[in-house]
Each structure stands twice: as structure tokens, then as C-alpha cells.
């Protein structure tokens, strides 16, 4: 795992293929194709549509070609009993689940007790102490990582005017969520996301070409009124990376992000893993690409209870924020993805597992405490 550095998703060469098709395919075959044979195959180093009989596809070399023609035939089939999950090999493997852990009690009465959370009330949580000084570090440690890739910084605001979120293709199954501050048909919601700002801003225009945003904000979801674990916030603090562009590069660069967490958390040590969502954002059409999984979430144990919490995902949109909002880019709908960090969960999840006798911490959080 450690040897996939960021230098190893450069250095390769390539082969171009034409993929001739045998009929006509139409435009919802097409786009089908584009968006999903990148991400599904990541042996396909860059797609063009040639024509609605043909397609031009560069790959790492000839042993792939049969492969990446059976993911494309079954995308153009659009066949449901397709195993595109089979078929994700570029997901790197994580799991930590066997990592011990310091602490096995329910440190929330300790955190309550010592200040270090402060209560008010059902998703309300002021924090201090180590707590906050564990989530400065994690809060750090995501800008960091964020950098590597080179984005463009963007801070947006915590509400986002309703009329948005009403956009017909956009972001309705997260409705129930949204936190509603006040009146009964307020103009503005708390955000669910930050990512959602970043859509808006970029509606039609064109890229000038692969783009990186990061951002980092206060986000708000209504999780009941009966919640008071810290991984159930009502609102709290989230940074996002956003790429837009070629559905090769989003896919890289979803595979880069993921890439630097998951050697981040072998080097905390943490018992944590990587899974498949158990909420798919696909809402997709396709009765093929239903079972392919677009959201994967790093998961943190939470020892004294034996769940876990999602403190990060990865998410490949395809074009369902593009679309609506027309970004594009070199003529086509531009594809977008996200990776998104719960900076109080990340937080929360080490903290359970480490307990706050920080002797025992890992050096590289003790020192920056
Ligand atoms: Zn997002």
C-alpha cells in the first residue's frame, strides 16, 4: 500500500485502442460510457467519443483490452446482471480492523466531565481542552493533505439559499437532513455539505481545463432529537476537496485523496477501514451502473460500543451536479467528485480509541498537541 505515492499514478505507458461499435449507440449509451468506463476500469487511461459507432480509448496495455471491451459492451447494454464491483481493483484495500486500541470505555463521561465537550443538548457540542487541541491537529492535518493536490481555495457560506437546493436534479434525497434554522419557509438552509457551494459557482462555464477546489466549512444535518454522541452532530465542521473535469481525472484524483488517507490513518495506527457506502449516491437510471458503488467511506471504530463511524468519503458524481449546473469542459459535461472529512468525527474516533492519556498517542499527534 505505502508504495502507491502520488509519482506512481504518472509513470506509465499507454496504448490506444478504437473500440468500433456494432450498432448505433445512443446519446445515454454514450455518456453512460464516458462517465463510467474511466471509473470502473481504471486500466483506461483516457476516453473519447469518436463518433455513435465509435470510440477511442487509451489503456496501460494490451492485456486490459478484453476487459475494459466487456465493462464498455455491458455499459452499452446496459445490462443488470453486470458485476461492475468485480471489476474496482483500483480501490486500495484498507483495513485496520485489527489494530488495538488504548481505550476501551466509553470516554464520553470523561470528555463531559473535564470540559473537553460541553453539552447543550441533543447534536450541541462546544468543545476544549484536548478535544478542540486533537481537532486543531486533524483540522491541520486535512489542509495539509488537501494542498498536496494543488487545489484552488475557495471559503463559501454556511447557508445556501433554498431556491438551490430546489434544483430539480440536485441534491433532493438529502432533504430530510437539512437543518432548518428558525421560520417555517426560511429562504436559506444550513448546508449538509460544503461541496454544494462549489456547483453553483462554477454553473455555465467552461473549465480551462483538470480543476482542484478545497474548502472547508460548518455544515448542519438534523440527526433527532435523541442523539447526543459526538458522531452525531448537529452541525459541525467538514473540509472537502472538489475535482472537476475529464472523468480519468476525477477518478485519479479520487484515488490519490484516498491514497494519502489511508497511509495517514496505518501511520496513526487507528482501527479504521474502507468501505463501500451503505447509502450509494447513484440514483442513476441505468439498471447496470444501480450496483456500482460511487461513495466509499473510511470508517473509525468506536471500541466501547463496537460500531464505527464514517469520518471520510469519496464520492464520484459522474455528471449529476454538472449537469444540472452545465459545467463544462473541452466541449463535454465536465464529471465531478468529492472527498469530504468530518473533522469533529476524525476527532472523536481517535479520541475513543486513544483515550486522553496522551503518553500512549502516536508521536507524530503528541507533538502537535
Ligand atoms: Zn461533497
Redesign the pocket.
Known amino acids: 500500500m505505502s508504495e502507491l505515492t502520488l509519482s506512481h499514478f504518472l509513470t506509465v505507458i499507454m496504448i490506444e485502442k478504437s473500440l468500433i461499435l456494432h450498432a448505433t449507440a445512443t446519446a445515454d449509451a454514450l455518456a453512460r460510457l464516458r462517465f463510467y468506463l474511466p471509473y470502473i476500469c481504471d486500466q483506461v487511461l483516457g476516453l473519447t467519443i469518436v463518433s455513435e459507432t465509435e470510440i477511442r480509448y487509451t489503456c496501460k496495455d494490451a492485456d486490459s483490452v478484453p476487459h475494459i471491451e466487456s465493462i464498455a459492451q455491458a455499459l452499452l447494454d446496459d445490462a443488470p446482471d453486470t458485476k461492475f464491483s468485480d471489476s474496482l481493483p483500483m480501490r486500495p484495500v484498507f483495513d485496520n480492523r485489527d489494530a488495538p486500541c488504548l481505550c476501551k470505555h466509553d470516554l464520553l463521561p470523561e470528555l463531559l466531565e473535564g470540559d473537553h465537550l460541553i453539552s447543550f443538548g441533543p447534536g450541541q457540542y462546544g468543545m476544549g481542552h484536548l478535544f478542540l487541541k486533537t481537532f486543531k491537529y486533524f483540522e491541520r492535518e486535512c489542509y495539509r493533505m488537501a494542498l498536496k493536490q494543488s487545489p484552488e481555495e475557495f471559503v463559501y457560506p454556511n447557508l445556501i439559499p433554498r431556491k438551490l437546493m430546489q434544483h430539480p436534479d440536485y441534491g433532493i434525497d438529502q432533504a430530510p437532513t437539512w437543518f432548518v434554522p428558525g421560520t417555517q419557509s426560511p429562504e436559506h438552509l444550513g448546508k449538509p455539505?460544503?461541496?454544494?457551494h462549489c456547483y453553483p459557482h462554477f454553473s455555465k462555464r467552461t473549465l480551462p481545463g483538470d480543476t482542484t477546489i478545497t474548502t472547508q466549512g460548518r455544515c448542519y444535518r438534523y440527526e433527532g432529537s435523541d442523539r447526543f454522541s459526538p458522531d452525531r452532530l448537529w452541525e459541525f465542521i467538514m473540509r472537502?476537496t472538489?475535482f472537476m473535469g475529464t472523468p480519468v481525472f476525477v477518478r485519479n484524483s479520487l484515488k490519490e485523496i484516498e491514497t494519502l488517507t489511508v497511509e495517514w490513518m496505518q501511520s496513526l495506527g487507528v482501527r479504521a477501514w474502507v468501505q463501500e457506502a451503505d447509502d450509494p449516491l447513484s440514483d442513476s437510471a441505468s439498471t447496470a451502473l444501480r450496483k456500482v458503488p460511487l461513495k466509499w467511506e473510511l470508517r473509525m471504530a468506536l471500541p466501547a460500543s463496537g460500531a464505527s463511524l464514517a469520518a471520510a468519503s469519496f464520492?464520484y458524481h459522474a455528471d449529476r451536479y454538472s449537469k444540472p449546473f452545465e459545467i463544462s469542459e473541452g466541449g463535454n459535461t465536465a464529471a465531478t467528485g468529492?472527498a469530504?472529512f468530518g473533522i469533529e468525527r476524525l476527532t472523536w474516533g481517535f479520541l475513543a480509541q486513544n483515550g486522553l492519556d496522551t503518553k500512549h498517542w502516536p508521536e507524530s499527534v503528541r507533538k502537535e498537541i
Do not use: K, P, S, Y
Open positions: 455539505a460544503v461541496c454544494l472537502e472538489v464520492n468529492c469530504g
